[in-house]
């Protein structure tokens, strides 16, 4: 058994080579508090997720997807703002201190970070059953934040890559049947760069870790507007090739934890989704339209509406 | 049984009056992420800790009070930097949606929110053992923060309020007793003006959350020097009054919880402590000077060493 001592040291021995002099860094890990520096004209964009074993990943999943998983959340919501993430606090509550299991969560950690050039300058550990706290913090042009209260009726509705799959590889699992998508909700890819470069052209931007219907229904709220989607156009992962047409629907307009970005944008830039598409090697779907009328109208490819089925998909977890 | 939608918008409802024309938020509750302004000239200071029902507050500790703990644990990282807080990101896990028992607990928080002036901008709430993750940010001048690396042989120890009193109280309460003074593990009041006050003044500071000893150590390992305190001037709350004297140093020395100031200040601001005193009205006690020799040094009065115990108040709760 290590002390805690130790394993904060391990967690500041692994993740020292982030720090470096383009990060910002004033103060990192080992103080009472982090000092970071916020360029002027930049603001200062902050987010919080909790991630608890059980309920936003299963309890076999491994420490190394954890890791990964915690941060990609974070960073998705730094995305759906169009900011550039910089810099992480992480709260780790642990059951007991196991330096193996630390330092696989911290690889899984660290790999996504590096990609994404953020450091990790602060946190705390602390004993508990197993749950994860990270702060992202990014940087954005002052006035330029993605948000979603801007969609106007009219516009595209677009989402990234594909859904549902996350939402049938947990079902799968539960169901005690191999789940070979699993990637899918283990290993979720968040949208940064794609987020970055939607700042100017999309009129409201959400990522969906609830569902598509509940997360679309936040930018309809604040957007004061409507939406129809075309449930043929949403796009589903291969592992979704087989599953009888409404039932994949569902998985698709109330699956949670896929974090892809969704976004309204006018049609005049109708073009460069092509382009970003090509850019990011992302797919980009638009499967739908924003309509003056209140609430989502979903239809199905022969125009019929079609009513999603309440799902069990929804899980107790949501943004203040 | 009320929706977690409703949760947010009660919390919401709660904090708004908070945010103001003053306050640098430009985007608060209700997006992926808050957005703020951090004034040109500032550098940005941001802490996280997370409170652990049965860990960090006994079980059967009011919501009230677990609203101003968590939020006055953090506040106290801020205080230990000198910084101003600003703005807090507040995450939290339940085990049910109890509208009541949230209501009692923001009526925890924003009372000493209010009291500093602090905005709530975001967070999340989800479901889990019952946890609260809080995270703070606020403002320093550039390169004025309060560390925990500058203390120098011949500055004197000095610590803020009282020692002892949160330990004495978790202990009479695990044995069943009452205890009269529970506001001092309950409420630890955060030391954020005198911090402020102390920058430019104190060689290094930190918030003493696991215990004098603990926490000076992590001063001396920064600043590569040691210590020499003198047991008879660690100051006491009433409470401890009527223990045996050893016993009562085991508190002062080693009880955590009390998230006093500890900092160390050159012999020639001597005549500041009193007026700081006066000013904030919060006692400020001489207990001990830096040294050259590494380690930690305790003198009882008749000048003989005194060899602390281990205590057992040791918690598993430390920063990274």
Same mark, same amino acid.
């Given at each position: 058994?290590?002390? #805690? ?165 947990? $079902? ?8 070979? $998508?699993?990637?899918?909700? @283990? ?19 959400? @990522? ?21 989607? @075309? ?13 009888? $047409? ?34 990011? @090697? ?8 924003? $309509? ?21 998909? #929804? ?6």
């Amino acid at each position: 058994m290590m002390k #805690e001592f130790e394993l904060i040291r391990q967690i500041q021995r692994q993740t020292s080579a982030s720090n470096d002099l383009e990060s910002g860094v004033i103060l990192g890990i080992g103080d009472d508090a982090a000092v970071v520096e916020v360029p002027a004209g930049l603001h200062l964009v902050a987010a919080t997720d909790t991630l608890n074993a059980g309920v936003h990943f299963p309890e076999d999943t491994s420490p190394f997807d954890i890791g990964h998983k915690c941060l990609a959340v974070n960073l998705s919501d730094m995305a759906a703002m169009g900011a550039v993430p910089r810099w992480i606090l992480l709260s780790l509550s642990l059951p007991e201190v196991d330096p193996h299991w630390v330092e696989s969560f911290m690889a899984g950690f660290n790999t996504l970070a590096q990609a994404h050039c953020v450091s990790l300058v602060g946190g705390d550990t602390t004993s508990g059953p197993l749950s994860i706290s990270i702060t992202a913090m990014g940087l954005i042009e002052a006035g330029r934040q993605l948000t979603r209260s801007g969609a106007k009726p009219g516009d595209m509705i677009v989402v990234s890559g594909t859904l549902g799959g996350a939402a049938r590889a947990l $079902e799968l699992l539960q169901s005690g049947n191999p789940a070979a $998508e699993r990637h899918l909700l @283990d290993r979720p890819q968040p949208r940064v760069q794609l987020g970055q470069t939607l700042v100017g052209y999309a009129s409201a931007c959400i @990522d969906i870790s609830d569902g598509l219907l509940a997360d679309l229904g936040h930018i309809l709220i604040a957007s004061k507007c409507g939406a129809r989607i @075309d449930v043929s156009r949403l796009p589903q992962p291969e592992g979704l090739g087989s599953v009888e $047409e409404e039932l994949k629907w569902n998985y698709q307009l109330s699956g949670g934890d896929d974090y892809e970005l969704l976004f309204t944008i006018s049609p005049d830039h109708r073009a460069r989704l092509a382009t970003w598409s090509n850019q990011f @090697d992302i797919n980009l779907s638009i499967i739908g339209e924003i $309509e003056l009328q209140e609430g989502t109208r979903c239809t199905k490819p022969d125009g019929t509406a079609y009513n999603a089925q309440s799902t069990g998909f #929804e899980h107790f977890r949501h943004k203040t």
